[in-house]
């Protein structure tokens, strides 16, 4: 952020995926999503059909701080997001956010702030993952649970090396992922990712045709065919890699 703040600060406007969002306005969204998520019809632990897998899976989750029966009340995709991270930054209890950092730079200069997305549509693509998905998902960590260390050391070196356009293909290769393992992911990142990245290359347009826009994402949405990168070119802007 501190190499991006002249460009921050010299912007007419910036937007952020969910912008100007106190971090209790994110928690409190956040919270009643996830009370919402709470209160699953059947045990979206009966989408790992191994047993011996499923009883792995168990306990990653009671590694994570949670008793097996409130996992067992999650929709499918809440369980899965308690994978999205390393133990050991999820036990971090005030990770700082990137985005934070850039909103608080141009609420300093009383530059606007935009949303690209709200909180409800980035459940909204969580939950399009049906329970059979996340079932597939949960059986292959549950083979491979150094996957979710592994995928975040190699994102994080990626990232501090500037080379987050080579990020996807990097970890199918640095993961030695299997063919299955590979096809689950791209699955995951097309639900997470792409769709969401059409979302916010529409909401971007207007700020981007009137100039001097700061638009500011997550890594993981720049690269790759349907990257922000790509079809922001396809409109017709070219990109160019500062850093």
């Known amino acids: 952020v501190d190499r991006a ?3 921050v600060r010299g912007a007419r406007i910036v937007a952020t995926e969910l912008g100007s969002m106190t971090r209790l306005g994110k928690a409190l969204s956040m919270a009643r999503v996830t009370l919402k998520a709470m209160s699953a019809a059947e045990d979206p632990l009966r989408f790992v059909e191994d047993a011996d897998k499923r009883k792995r899976i168990e306990a990653m989750i009671v590694e994570r701080s949670l008793d097996v029966a409130t996992a067992r009340k999650m929709e499918p995709w809440l369980l899965l997001t308690l994978f999205a991270l390393p133990l050991c930054e999820m036990m971090k209890v005030d990770r700082e956010v990137v985005d934070d950092r850039v909103v608080t ?5 009383k530059i606007p702030v935009e949303a690209l997305e709200t909180v409800d ?10 329970g059979a998905f996340v079932g597939r998902y949960l059986a292959s960590l549950a083979d491979r649970p150094t996957l979710i260390d ?10 501090t090396q500037s080379r987050v356009a ?14 299955s393992e590979y096809e689950l992911n791209r699955v995951f990142m ?4 792409g769709d969401r990245n059409i979302v916010m290359r529409d909401r971007s347009r207007p700020m981007l045709a009137k100039g001097r826009a700061f638009i500011a994402v997550g890594a993981l949405h720049l690269s790759g065919a349907d990257g922000l990168v790509e079809l922001f070119r396809k409109d017709g802007y070219k990109v160019s890699k500062v850093w």
């Open 5 to 7: 703040a002249p460009q």
């Open 105 to 109: 730079l141009a609420e300093a200069r």
């Open 121 to 130: 549509e980035q459940i909204a693509a969580l939950s399009s993952l049906d």
């Open 150 to 159: 592994d995928a975040f050391e190699t994102m994080v070196r990626l990232y």
């Open 166 to 179: 080579g990020a996807l293909p990097a970890l199918r290769h640095a993961l030695k992922m299997e063919e």
């Open 190 to 193: 097309k639900k997470l990712l």
